[in-house]
């Protein structure tokens, strides 16, 4: 098969994307993966032929977590987005599926997939690495998380969906439009999803349709890795250290939030990866090294505990690598990724960026320590060993299409 991929968003959208490009490819097809720019690192090392969709997603995530994860702030912050960049990746997706057999898509790019498929009179499946489709087992991981009904539970994806859907709708149409497309009037409905999600994490709603699939995570394979020497040096200096960083979180308040977690630590060894916030003014502690992007897959398990944002993808690595978490959240689904390993007991409640109480954080590494808290956490790192998300996908896909198949069989996707 030839296969376009596509999506846009953080480090956390990108790389569980390219894992499943790297599987399709080695099961014998064409895939080229568009996505956001800075994003596509691990996609050049791994030979996974792409190209970067225009804009800058770190701009953006400023702007979001600045405000506090505030939903009108972040309904804006889409719509300007969408007005920027729909036209652009409308146009670049278009080219690059030509000759296609399907597209993959996902990410704040989804609609532009889907859009892109009818017009090519190809079929489409969606990816995610955050539940979204329906069910009565919990509500949209991009609300705020508060106990309903189970038919509460269901509607808050359409209520979330449709906004998403009324702030992209205007820049998807005329970008449809442009492109000889009919505007569209609602949302496209009975597409398949894969979810590179872990089935130990988060098992798959009884009420979700067959082909609807948590698959298990889209992870880097598996390789030898050997620390820069200065890392190496201060693993084996002493004992496990604890990991703390929060990715492609930036705007909060470095200056308050970084030392307090490491006056916390004090005098556990840290590993401190400054990621996209930089690091704090003034002199570190004598017990912190500061490191640079490394594998989670492979550093992970070198550690005692893990302090994070609760992105998907940091989140699924902390716990294969079966070690418990502190996860303070700043936006979007970290809060459900919090919550939910709050509920599995290898984390205590979420971290707040705005209370860093010396007791809340001393009872949060108490439970994070607690020889039950370990306990539970080697026990889901064992199941989730267990799993091979991209094969899942890969099989599932596979199948899905009928192989072998001849191009231009397939049907478009579902009108509006």
């Given at each position: 098969?030839?296969?376009?991929?596509?999506?846009?968003?953080?480090?956390?959208?990108?790389?569980?994307?390219?894992?499943?490009?790297?599987?399709?490819?080695?099961?014998?097809?064409?895939?080229?993966?568009?996505?956001?720019?800075?994003?596509?690192?691990?996609?050049?090392?791994?030979?996974?032929?792409?190209?970067?969709?225009?804009?800058?997603?770190?701009?953006?995530?400023?702007?979001?977590?600045?405000?506090?994860?505030?939903?009108?702030?972040?309904?804006?912050?889409?719509?300007?987005?969408?007005?920027?960049?729909?036209?652009?990746?409308?146009?670049?997706?278009?080219?690059?599926?030509?000759?296609?057999?399907?597209?993959?898509?996902?990410?704040?790019?989804?609609?532009?997939?889907?859009s892109v498929a009818e017009g090519r009179r190809l079929p489409a499946i969606g990816l995610g690495m955050i539940p979204l489709t329906p069910t009565t087992a919990f509500a949209s991981p991009f609300l705020p998380r508060l106990p309903l009904p189970g038919a509460l539970n269901r509607l808050s994806y359409g209520l979330v969906n449709q906004?998403?859907?009324r702030t992209f709708r205007a820049p998807i149409n005329q970008a449809r439009q442009a492109g000889g497309l009919p505007a569209r009037r609602r949302l496209w409905t009975g597409l398949p999803m894969l979810y590179g999600i872990s089935p130990s994490l988060l098992p798959a709603p009884g009420d979700w349709p067959p082909d609807h699939r948590?698959?298990?995570?889209?992870?880097?394979?598996?390789?030898?890795?050997?620390?820069?020497?200065?890392?190496?040096?201060?693993?084996?200096?002493?004992?496990?250290?604890?990991?703390?960083?929060?990715?492609?979180?930036?705007?909060?308040?470095?200056?308050?939030?970084?030392?307090?977690?490491?006056?916390?630590?004090?005098?556990?060894?840290?590993?401190?990866?400054?990621?996209?916030?930089?690091?704090?003014?003034?002199?570190?502690?004598?017990?912190?090294?500061?490191?640079?992007?490394?594998?989670?897959?492979?550093?992970?398990?070198?550690?005692?505990?893990?302090?994070?944002?609760?992105?998907?993808?940091?989140?699924?690595?902390?716990?294969?690598?079966?070690?418990?978490?502190?996860?303070?959240?700043?936006?979007?689904?970290?809060?459900?990724?919090?919550?939910?390993?709050?509920?599995?007991?290898?984390?205590?409640?979420?971290?707040?960026?705005?209370?860093?109480?010396?007791?809340?954080?001393?009872?949060?590494?108490?439970?994070?320590?607690?020889?039950?808290?370990?306990?539970?956490?080697?026990?889901?790192?064992?199941?989730?060993?267990?799993?091979?998300?991209?094969?899942?996908?890969?099989?599932?896909?596979?199948?899905?299409?009928?192989?072998?198949?001849?191009?231009?069989?397939?049907?478009?996707?579902?009108?509006?």
């Amino acid at each position: 098969m030839k296969l376009l991929a596509l999506t846009y968003g953080t480090e956390g959208d990108t790389r569980p994307l390219v894992m499943l490009c790297h599987g399709l490819q080695a099961a014998g097809h064409e895939v080229m993966l568009l996505a956001e720019a800075a994003t596509l690192g691990s996609a050049q090392a791994l030979g996974v032929p792409h190209a970067a969709l225009e804009g800058d997603i770190h701009d953006e995530v400023v702007a979001l977590v600045a405000r506090g994860n505030n939903t009108l702030a972040a309904s804006r912050g889409l719509a300007r987005m969408a007005r920027r960049h729909v036209a652009g990746w409308m146009a670049q997706a278009d080219a690059a599926a030509a000759g296609c057999d399907a597209v993959l898509t996902g990410g704040l790019a989804a609609l532009v997939g889907m859009s892109v498929a009818e017009g090519r009179r190809l079929p489409a499946i969606g990816l995610g690495m955050i539940p979204l489709t329906p069910t009565t087992a919990f509500a949209s991981p991009f609300l705020p998380r508060l106990p309903l009904p189970g038919a509460l539970n269901r509607l808050s994806y359409g209520l979330v969906n449709q906004a998403v859907w009324r702030t992209f709708r205007a820049p998807i149409n005329q970008a449809r439009q442009a492109g000889g497309l009919p505007a569209r009037r609602r949302l496209w409905t009975g597409l398949p999803m894969l979810y590179g999600i872990s089935p130990s994490l988060l098992p798959a709603p009884g009420d979700w349709p067959p082909d609807h699939r948590i698959c298990g995570q889209w992870r880097r394979p598996d390789a030898p890795w050997q620390p820069p020497p200065a890392l190496q040096a201060f693993l084996a200096a002493g004992p496990p250290p604890v990991y703390l960083g929060f990715g492609s979180m930036t705007g909060f308040d470095r200056e308050r939030v970084l030392p307090a977690l490491l006056a916390a630590l004090a005098p556990r060894r840290v590993l401190l990866f400054p990621g996209w916030a930089g690091l704090p003014a003034g002199p570190l502690p004598a017990h912190v090294f500061v490191v640079g992007a490394t594998p989670h897959e492979a550093l992970f398990p070198r550690c005692a505990l893990v302090i994070h944002h609760g992105g998907s993808g940091t989140t699924h690595s902390a716990c294969r690598a079966g070690v418990p978490s502190l996860v303070m959240p700043f936006a979007a689904d970290q809060f459900f990724w919090a919550a939910r390993l709050q509920a599995l007991g290898v984390a205590p409640a979420a971290l707040s960026p705005t209370r860093l109480e010396a007791g809340t954080l001393a009872r949060a590494l108490a439970f994070a320590e607690a020889a039950a808290t370990r306990a539970r956490a080697a026990a889901l790192g064992q199941a989730m060993a267990g799993e091979d998300g991209v094969a899942e996908a890969v099989a599932w896909i596979e199948q899905w299409r009928g192989m072998p198949m001849r191009r231009g069989e397939a049907g478009p996707v579902e009108g509006g």
